[in-house]
């Protein structure tokens, strides 16, 4: 591993703990504090919150173990690499969890955009735990090509840490080919929902209820942040086969950076700090920052 990949893997150990934090205080503000009002729309949003800050837990322990096998200890980690196994499947795991979670998402919001009346009509007869379900019953299918089609070994010794060593050539390329369709099949529904509002807002320039218009913004953020932090990194791996010699964990890298971006803009969208400008009595104006429901902020 060259100086550039041990400087990048240190330095983004901070990544997962500020996305991790960011999603804390976003949960806690909608399911404790309630200083973000829950809307039923987002139910499957806020699912992918509590997926996003389980990555990001789990993003810390990859990162910290790479970058214990920058000292000494990495002969131990190559002999024992079932404990570096134990850090690197959940994240391919629980990333093609949430690949699928953000197809639903996709589909949800362009099915209610295309055709909204059949949609209201007929989607509360799917209810959220279904769809849940199915996203979590992908656990058997991964599992099952983990351990029993690509047979992962965890006795023979490894020479190296990264997921191609750790998980072998056969999960490794059939994970990256897993992403590849749902990550098309995101793209595919984004471009429709991305088209639909455009024709919506600048060519019948319509009306859209505000909690449509935000349940959209939010799909288009998650559509976005996955295309470029999940999908583009994985895609340079398979060109680049010695990609994590010079950079690192780079898909961990930038999936755990693109968290810390995605929840600040759904932060911002989800919560609005607005003025509210009172006199005292020396005639002097006082500011105090309040958060509040953003349904009616566009």
């Not at 505000?210 to 470029?228: E, M, P």
């Amino acid at each position: 591993m060259y100086l550039s990949a041990a400087i990048i893997n240190t330095v983004a150990i901070g990544f997962p703990v500020i996305s991790g934090v960011m999603y804390s205080r976003l949960l806690y503000s909608i399911f404790y504090s309630k200083t973000i009002k829950k809307a039923p729309d987002l139910y499957l949003f806020y699912c992918k919150f509590v997926l996003d800050l389980l990555i990001s837990i789990v993003s810390y322990l990859k990162l910290t173990t790479y970058a214990v096998a920058m000292t000494s200890l990495v002969n131990f980690l190559m002999v024992n690499h079932w404990l570096t196994f134990l850090v690197i499947w959940p994240i391919s795991f629980l990333s093609s969890l949430r690949a699928i979670l953000v197809f639903f998402i996709a589909l949800d919001r362009t099915c209610a955009t295309y055709v909204p009346i059949l949609f209201f009509k007929y989607r509360k007869l799917i209810p959220l735990y279904l769809i849940i379900g199915i996203v979590l019953s992908y656990s058997l299918v991964d599992s099952s090509v983990a351990f029993i089609f690509c047979r992962i070994d965890l006795n023979t010794p490894t020479d190296c840490v990264n997921g191609l060593c750790v998980l072998g050539a056969c999960y490794q390329n059939y994970w990256l080919e897993f992403q590849q369709v749902f990550y098309a099949l995101i793209i595919a529904l984004t471009l429709m929902l991305c088209l639909k509002l455009f024709v919506w807002n600048k060519l019948k320039k319509q009306n859209i209820n505000q909690d449509l218009r935000r349940a959209n913004r939010l799909a288009l953020i998650d559509s976005a942040i996955l295309i470029v932090f999940d999908w583009l990194p994985p895609i340079a791996h398979t060109v680049f086969p010695d990609f994590f010699d010079y950079v690192g964990a780079i898909n961990t890298v930038s999936q755990t950076f693109g968290f810390m971006v995605e929840a600040y803009l759904v932060t911002i969208n989800l919560r609005k700090k607005y003025r509210i400008t009172n006199t005292t009595t020396s005639g002097k104006f006082m500011n105090r920052s309040t958060l509040g429901d953003t349904s009616d902020y566009n």
